[in-house]
């Protein structure tokens, strides 16, 4: 059962009208739902209006399964069950989750960034159940959506809720802060994704910084101690931040990192007091980072040495996130949740780590604003500078990478560069001959933003049918 989640006490949260109602018949509701395939016995359903279905349409199904409520904008057709009539059922959703998380008993970690968002949320999660019960954010549940469905999956036996917070413009943080209400904010950097809306990293730090602004009184916030901008927050409601990183001035930094390629790296992390070293499973150094941010939330949450050392050789990679994939005759690494500059270029040189012929497929990264041109641009040259011996560049804002890789390579013989710089529009044209661009033991990265559904190709190198 979900505490204190009453139809009744869900009608006054959201403002909503209840109709159908029997007080003596009350009770709190065991889940809630938008889908109505997933709605089980006294599960709420919330009917919303989607560009493909509208929910409404699923009202007498939810109930059939054995709803205990529905929340929607319209009197259903159906009179055979309580509901709740409410002017938006996506506003109902946040309503009910701020509610609801005001009354829970638990520490929240929120965490944001420009990049390294997921891993690190991977990361802090495995420390923290070394002790105790925690509650992730799965998938892409990180927005005015998924993150109100996240926190009304939290149970009473939960100990800890790790939530992931991603946005794309202004006040959305600031909605995503007043439902999470973080006892921990975790920052881990800002880079130059969705400068579409945000426009410049200043405009990317006010907006992320919104996350404080429903902070609980006494919360801690935990910045990445290197990054240029983070640097600038130097008191937070008159707080002053704990920082992480490689300098040894930051409250949790790392030392003596050994990169083992594609195999992790270890380090040693300092702690106050106490050192400590760790092997981290997951590949590239940008992962020491996120480490580190997990070693700062677990000494924040009391655990001992140990407990993080086994914390952060647990993690396991999530599927399109750096995730590598050894195969018979090749090895690829699936990194195509998503795509910035700054991940692109980190995702790069994971891939010059690799000690067999490597291959780059690189897609268009989306909602970069007036300077994407230029920014793919850098991407392609980056690549060719790393000495990536095949680069293909698949979508419209990628050829400008294709033409970034040529300029750098213009200097050598045409006829090698010709071979290992190539551009297609689409994936199908890469589809078509990747069978002679790709050879045996090869190692690829696959890398683009989700919108360019690169888990085709992966799916293609797998030999995989479920995509």
Not at 274 to 287: A, D, K, T
Not at 315 to 328: A, F, Q, T
Not at 409 to 427: A, C, I, L, Q
Request: proline content about 2%; charged content about 30%; some cysteine.
């Amino acid at each position: 059962m979900m505490k204190n989640l009453t139809l009744k006490k869900i009608a006054d949260a959201c403002n909503g009208r209840l109709c159908n109602y029997c007080p003596e018949k009350d009770k709190e509701v065991s889940g809630v739902e938008l889908d109505s395939r997933k709605v089980q016995e006294n599960y709420l359903f919330i009917a919303t209006r989607g560009e493909r279905t509208d929910g409404h349409n699923f009202i007498g199904q939810a109930f059939l399964k054995g709803a205990a409520g529905v929340i929607c904008e319209k009197e259903p057709e159906e009179g055979i069950g309580v509901y709740i009539l409410v002017k938006d059922s996506f506003q109902a959703l946040k309503d009910i989750a701020c509610f609801y998380r005001d009354g829970l008993d638990i520490v929240v970690v929120g965490i944001t960034g420009s990049v390294g968002k997921t891993s690190t949320k991977e990361f802090i999660a495995s420390v923290l159940e070394t002790r105790y019960r925690v509650l992730k954010t799965e998938g892409n549940f990180n927005n005015e959506i998924g993150l109100p469905l996240t926190i009304l999956k939290i149970r009473e036996d939960h100990e800890a809720a790790v939530l992931e917070m991603g946005i794309s413009n202004f006040g959305e943080m600031h909605r995503l802060s007043r439902m999470a209400r973080p006892d921990i904010c975790v920052l881990t950097n800002i880079g130059q994704c969705h400068l579409e809306n945000l426009k410049s990293r200043e405009g990317i730090l006010k907006a992320k910084s919104e996350i404080f602004d429903f902070m609980r009184e006494d919360g801690t916030i935990c910045l990445n101690g290197d990054d240029d901008m983070l640097r600038t927050l130097k008191a937070v409601k008159g707080k002053k931040p704990m920082t992480f990183g490689m300098a040894a001035q930051n409250t949790v930094y790392a030392d003596g990192v050994k990169n083992k390629g594609l195999f992790g790296c270890e380090a040693d992390i300092h702690v106050g007091e106490e050192s400590f070293h760790v092997e981290i499973p997951l590949p590239g150094e940008h992962m020491v980072y996120n480490a580190l941010a997990a070693a700062l939330t677990g000494s924040l949450m009391k655990l001992t040495g140990e407990e993080i050392i086994e914390g952060i050789g647990a993690v396991k990679p999530v599927g399109g996130r750096s995730n590598i994939m050894r195969l018979e005759d090749k090895t690829v690494i699936d990194d195509c949740y998503n795509a910035n500059p700054v991940s692109m270029c980190a995702a790069l040189d994971l891939l010059s780590t690799a000690v067999t012929r490597k291959v780059a497929v690189l897609g268009d990264m989306f909602e970069l604003g007036e300077e994407e041109k230029e920014m793919h641009d850098k991407v392609g040259a980056y690549a060719a500078g790393l000495g990536i011996d095949v680069i293909i560049c698949i979508g419209k804002l990628a050829e400008h990478m294709y033409k970034g890789a040529c300029r750098v390579m213009d200097g050598k013989d045409p006829g090698e560069w010709k071979r290992s710089v190539h551009y297609f529009p689409g994936k199908e044209g890469f589809m078509e001959k990747q069978e002679e661009l790709i050879k045996e033991g090869d190692t690829i990265l696959v890398k683009a933003s989700h919108g360019m559904k690169f888990e085709k190709l992966i799916a293609m190198f797998t030999g995989s049918d479920s995509i």
